[in-house]
């Protein structure tokens, strides 16, 4: 009887410890470090797809209404990067190496860092207009929406 006690306890440990670690992943990080409450919509061309298994992220130059790479005071371009959700949902939904390749013309709406670095939480679509500059610009009139959300 006393065996059944201890192995009854053990059993409800590791039950205990693998629901613990199932939180612990579904929470590998929080939000807070972006600003929940600001959007930014921005334009640009791909620069860089890192699929990733906890959050894709993509790198793109940023564009001015015409389509004309936005350069800082060091006269680089202006590089904005954005979050998303693990590499496999967003695969599905259409966001993969392939269907992006470098250059790729595309729009995003993101919740910006707090600390003003150039990078987002994505919030939304994905408007992708292609490799070349569409007539008014990339919108979701003017390219595909592809879902994207991050939560």
């Not at 590791?14 to 807070?32: I, P, Y």
């Not at 993101?110 to 150039?118: V, Y």
């Not at 008014?136 to 994207?148: L, M, N, P, R």
Request: some cysteine.
């Amino acid at each position: 009887m006393q065996q059944g006690t201890r192995a009854g306890r053990l059993g409800v440990a590791v039950v205990a410890m693998l629901a613990g670690l199932a939180v612990a992943g579904e929470a590998h990080h929080s939000f807070a470090m972006y600003d929940m409450a600001r959007t930014e919509t921005l334009t640009g061309r791909l620069a860089r797809f890192v699929p990733g298994a906890n959050h894709a992220q993509i790198y793109f130059e940023l564009v001015d209404a015409k389509g004309e790479t936005v350069r800082g005071d060091d006269g680089q371009p202006v590089v904005w990067g954005v979050e998303m959700g693990p590499a496999a949902q967003v695969a599905r939904q259409g966001i993969t190496v392939k269907a992006f390749p470098r250059g790729t013309i595309m729009t995003v709406t993101l919740h910006p860092l707090r600390d003003g670095n150039a990078f987002g939480s994505l919030d939304g679509a994905i408007i992708k207009c292609g490799m070349e500059w569409p007539a008014g610009g990339c919108t979701a009139e003017t390219g595909e929406v592809i879902a994207g959300r991050n939560n």
